[in-house]
């Protein structure tokens, strides 16, 4: 069975799916990040689905029970990346991926999750107040 | 039933484990872009196929799929049937309906798989197995 890797970049876990998964290899990946946020204490999990041609409910389940048991352990996730067709069909299939965050990429992902604990990612900005708002780009 | 000539051998694939499932999704997605479908009927295309196919595992005991290139003299398409010889579905109704599940799934793998689909024709009672054929078209 191959195996997800999760990357360590400072404070948040970055798991970048490169593979077409076998539902094995998804469970075993929701395994090995509860792992993780526990082992590194991490507060932030981004999960780059920008490879994935398709969501299916399984996946989709995953990705909302990884939600899930994040929160659990005191990190928030954020899904980014995913494409145009693999939303559209989403809906379709008549999944609400409940509890999930989104973002368009990595970024912007991680913006999110320095908005959403603002005392530990101080950067002298001042903290965003509404961590669930999409700020627009201002350039 | 689904209108349509063959064009070509249909190639089968056997269901017996995790990885068919992902080998489905594979071969289901050439035959697509052989077939010219759009990106987005090849996403649900290949994300219906992936939710039957797991059915086909997990409720039928394993199986086969058949994916082959259709053409009904307007238009191109890709007609999969899923066949196994498990224990049948007794209240199709029932089994069609979102958020009916009897594996602890979330109940959207028939019901979503065949809103994703143009044709979907079903074969199925207690004790005769499933039979399921669904077919996609180039729009």
Known sequence: ?139 | MTTGVDLGHPQAQAIQSDEDVVRVRQLVRTVAVASKLSLVDQTKLVTAASELARNTLVYGGGGTAEVAAVDNGRRRGVRILFADDGPGIADLDLALTDGYTTGGGLGLGLSGARRLVDDFTIDTGPGRGTRITVTKWSR
């Open chain 1, 1 to 139: 069975m191959e195996r997800v890797p999760v990357l360590k970049i400072g404070d948040i876990l970055l798991v970048s799916i490169q593979l077409d998964m076998s539902d094995q290899t998804a469970v075993q990946l929701q395994d090995d990040l509860a792992e993780r946020i526990v082992s590194t204490g991490c507060h932030g999990v981004i999960i780059d689905i920008t490879a994935l041609d398709i969501v299916d409910s399984f996946v989709g389940r995953m990705l909302s029970t990884i939600a899930s048991i994040s929160k659990v352990l005191d990190a928030e996730t954020v899904v980014v990346g995913m494409r145009p067709a693999v939303a559209i069909t989403l809906v379709e299939l008549g999944l609400s991926l409940n509890g999930i965050r989104t973002a368009l990429n990595v970024e912007r992902g991680m913006e999110l999750i320095a908005a959403a604990r603002p005392d530990e990612y101080d950067d002298g900005e001042g903290g965003d107040e509404d961590a669930d708002d999409e700020t627009t780009d201002t350039r």
